[in-house]
């Protein structure tokens, strides 16, 4: 009865194992049948397990996904950088009548920002030396200042001395005074060698000896010496 019993298992797993076989997907992989209780049969792959481990990254994929994230972020600056300058930069706003839609290039928005920082620096030397220009200017009104009230002040110590007219001759011996004290700097500084020494001479005269204090000092000594002689 058992050898009966156990050839008639082996026919039935052999019928089902025909069937199975036939309903199994083919892989290319090995596949076995397992029995089971009541003499059922089942098919176990035995790369199942394989399937089932989760997908684990390797360095090299780690190390292509870090640099594609770096990349990206590298990108990510040079644009914004390209759209802050347009931005920032007068000269890179987009006019329709000449561009219409189209957006500006990069090469383009170097330029015109190169082109507006030299723009900026032509600018900044000028108002530098208009800024110059009005602090000697400052200067001399006050040098101006302190002479009228100087001026004032010897009237009002002296109010007599206004009711006196002063004649056209004392105007030109002032003049002359004045002159005959520019010459002699002149004359002590100027090269008559050639005309390029005398050009060079003449700038540096002016720069040295026609300064607001060092004319101021000339005609106050002027004043004094002409006043001693007139009172």
């Known amino acids: 009865m058992e050898n009966a019993r156990k050839g008639s298992i082996v026919s ?9 076989a036939s309903s199994v997907p083919n892989t290319g992989r090995p596949v076995r049948f397992v029995l089971c209780g009541r003499g059922s049969l089942h098919a176990d792959d035995e790369d199942s397990d394989y399937h089932q481990e989760p997908y684990k990254e390797s360095y090299k994929d780690r190390r292509r996904r870090a640099h594609t994230q770096a990349e990206q972020k590298r990108r990510g600056a040079i644009k914004k950088g390209y759209d802050d300058l347009q931005a920032i930069v007068p000269t890179c706003e987009q006019q329709d009548f000449c561009i219409g839609s189209q957006k500006l ?15 900026l620096h032509k600018e900044k030397k000028k108002q530098e030396e208009e800024v110059s220009t009005l602090r000697k200017d400052a200067m001399a009104l006050k040098i101006m200042k302190v002479n009228y009230e100087q001026i004032v002040k010897a009237h009002q110590d002296n109010p007599s001395e206004g009711k006196d007219q002063v004649t056209d001759e004392v105007k030109f011996n002032v003049f002359q005074g004045i002159m005959d004290s520019l010459f002699q700097s002149f004359n002590a500084s100027i090269s008559v060698t050639s005309f390029q020494e005398l050009s060079a001479c003449v700038f540096s005269w002016i720069e040295e000896h026609c300064k607001p204090q060092t004319l101021r000092d000339i005609v106050i000594g002027v004043l004094h010496q002409l006043k001693s002689q007139l009172y």
């Open 105 to 119: 290039s990069k090469a383009i928005i170097l330029q015109k920002t190169i082109d507006y920082i030299q723009f």
């Open 12 to 20: 039935r797993a052999n019928s089902i194992g025909s069937t199975s």
